[in-house]
């Protein structure tokens, strides 16, 4: 992966990474204000979501945030470094979403309402804050608003057919 300096060079990439936790996520940042995502492992595993709005900055040369708010009330604030292959992310999770995780792990573009209902019926306070380093292990750029980088659940092995290049989206 060439040097990647500026917000042109971070739109389009597709990340897979390890939380020091053993938490395993991966992201594509598919456009300017636009993400989707696939959660592999931990404490919400088998959850995948597409096109949450999210903010992106660079901060510095080769230093990117990206921070969004959900509508289960999770908030999320994620700093990339992907030249040193490593980020530092926070997850405020409400505290219904760590008593009640497995009501978040579908496919949450068809649950809206579902998620909307639980945030109601349930508590929010006090959240779990969950700040962890993490280490990059997979980058590749895929283009702005590629619908095939993420586009169906996660499974068992689906991270090292796509390290491997046997699951490829261009
Ligand atoms: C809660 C969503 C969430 C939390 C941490 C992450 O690194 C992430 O990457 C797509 C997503």
Redesign the pocket.
């Known amino acids: 992966m060439s040097n990647i300096k500026n917000l042109e060079d971070f739109i389009g990439l597709h990340l897979i990474?390890t939380?020091d936790n053993g938490w395993n996520?991966?992201?594509y940042v598919k456009n300017e204000d636009t993400?989707d995502?696939r959660?592999h492992s931990g404490m919400?595993g088998g959850r995948w979501?597409r096109d949450q709005k999210v903010d992106i900055v660079k901060l510095v040369d080769g230093v990117f945030k990206i921070c969004w708010t959900?509508p289960t009330g999770?908030d999320?604030s994620?700093d990339f470094m992907p030249n040193e292959n490593k980020?530092h992310?926070v997850?405020f999770f409400p505290k219904w979403v760590h008593e009640h995780p497995e009501i978040t792990v579908r496919y949450q573009n068809d649950f809206i309402p579902l998620m909307e209902e639980s945030r109601e019926k349930y508590e929010t306070y006090p959240k779990y804050v969950v700040p962890e380093f993490?280490t990059i292990f997979y980058t590749k750029n895929e283009g702005k608003n590629n619908e095939k980088v993420i586009s169906e659940a996660p499974y068992e092995g689906m991270i090292d057919k796509m390290v491997s290049g046997e699951l490829s989206f261009s």
Do not use: S
Request: proline content about 0%.
């Open positions: 990474y939380y996520y991966e992201i993400i995502y959660i919400v979501v959900e999770t999320v994620l980020l992310g997850i993490g």
